[in-house]
């Protein structure tokens, strides 16, 4: 009822339908551009069951001071409340992850985790594999230079010492023109015995420089098992020392241990490879350069003549053959030193001539490796370190503290799993071919 007491729902009723044609006439128009969404009538039961309103029985039904909203229609004022029916309101929408069915959502929680597990499982291995590389590359190397650098230092004794013995083995004539001789190949075709110890396994042989692909001079230990081939080149047991008549076999490494003889490969005919002992400096022509099979010991053998066999795993990072340099002593060959028949003789288990030595020299090369049951134990002792360093961060401290001390474990644990991966990078190592 209006404020005259005048009934007010047949002017409600026009003006709808009259709203109700204009918004007929509006392109897209919405519930607010067009005008009441529906008929405007009295309120009725079942318009207060849709909007959920709860009258007690004591309060009459006048419209709220606050939260209530009215339209103006025709110059008069009309509760929005009672005009919108509730089934207009659309329902809130849900989130996706509950609008999926349970098993879904749980399949697709289950798959993202595994994934996860299986990125951060190839992370893991990709860092063991750049920090293998990285101890082939670089740890290997710092080991043979450490071991240079002591080789070095003994070499400069014996050349003191062996000038000694040379001067006194060789005594000469006091004239203003002469002087102490030098240990140089004398040029004579008779050689004539070197009054100088043969070396045993392990000591130092000489040194080889070659110029044309950068080598500075290394110094050659004798023998060429892992060990000795980790202190720099070495020369097979049995075959000729350098400057003598006969073969000069030398191993290197190609890829690790200071990689003496990576770029031998670039070596070509007319090339110059300089060896110096203590009793005397030699330089070799390069002659011929060739691939064989491990298998094939000829390349050690004796041919008569003073030369000098380089060999080196081929292709690199590979043993599955053997690349071969042969060069020719330029100048005439040396003595033997004393004792060294005896020990070619002791090496060869009695058997006569160099070519039963150079067999048995070239296949130590191709000698067991030791057990890999330490290649076992170390990675096993190197996973244990870190998965107790993990477990005491993840579950013993977890998220009771800050998050840099979660991190000591790790801390503590980390110098701990680097010796046991560096000893297991060390047996690992030794399965690979001896000059590999």
């Known amino acids: 009822m209006a404020a005259n007491g005048a009934p007010v729902e047949p002017q409600v009723v026009a003006e709808h339908d009259r709203l109700a044609v204009h918004h007929r006439h509006q392109t897209r128009a919405g519930p607010q551009q067009g005008g009441l969404a529906g008929a405007v009538g009295p309120l009725q039961q079942d318009d207060l069951a849709g909007l959920d309103v709860e009258v007690d029985a004591g ?12 339209a103006k229609v025709d110059g008069r004022l009309h509760d929005d409340a009672e005009t919108i029916p509730a089934a207009l309101i659309p329902p809130p929408m849900l989130p996706r992850c509950l609008a999926r069915s349970p098993t879904t959502y749980a399949f697709q929680y289950m798959l993202a985790r595994w994934l996860g597990r299986l990125g951060r499982t190839l992370i893991a291995a ?24 002591k080789l070095e230092k003994q070499y400069g004794q014996q050349v003191a010492e062996a000038k000694q013995k040379l001067a006194k083995a060789t005594p000469v004539k006091e004239s203003p023109t002469t002087t102490a001789p030098t240990p140089t190949g004398p040029p004579s075709d008779n050689p004539v015995a070197v009054p100088l110890p043969s ?25 060429v098992t892992e060990e000795q081939l980790k202190r720099g080149p070495g020369h097979y047991p049995g075959t000729a020392l350098p400057g003598q008549k006969g073969n000069v076999a030398i191993a290197g490494h190609r890829t690790t241990y200071g990689a003496p003889f990576h770029d031998v490969n670039q070596l070509n005919n007319g090339d110059e490879i300089t ?42 990072w590979s043993a599955q053959q053997r690349l071969i340099i042969i060069a020719k002593l330029k100048g005439a060959p040396v003595g033997k030193l004393t004792g060294q028949d005896e020990a070619n003789k002791k090496l060869a288990g009695g058997l006569a001539g160099e070519k039963g030595l150079n067999n048995r020299a070239l296949s130590s090369l191709d000698s067991p490796h030791p057990a890999k049951g330490a290649v076992v134990m170390w990675g096993l002792l190197a996973a244990a370190i870190w998965l107790v360093a993990w477990i005491i961060a993840r579950f013993v401290l977890g998220r009771r503290v800050r998050w840099y001390i979660s991190w000591i ?27 590999f």
């Open 199 to 223: 070396p045993a396994e392990g000591d130092i042989v000489g040194r080889i420089g070659i110029a044309k692909i950068g080598l500075k001079p290394k110094v050659i230990v004798e023998s």
């Open 59 to 70: 309060q009459s039904w006048e419209p709220s001071e606050q939260g209530h909203s009215t």
């Open 126 to 149: 990709g860092v063991l594999v750049f920090l293998f590389l990285g101890y082939l590359l670089w740890g290997t190397n710092l080991q043979t230079a450490a071991s240079q650098d």
């Open 275 to 316: 060896v110096t002992t203590t009793y005397g400096n030699f330089v070799y022509v390069v002659s011929d350069k060739k691939i064989v099979d491990p298998s094939d010991t000829s390349v050690l053998e004796n041919h008569g003549e003073a030369l000098l066999t380089l060999t080196a795993c081929h292709p690199i």
């Open 409 to 435: 474990p790790y801390a503590v644990g980390l110098p701990l799993f680097g010796v046991a991966l560096y000893v297991f990078f060390e047996n690992f190592v030794r399965q690979l071919p001896s000059n």
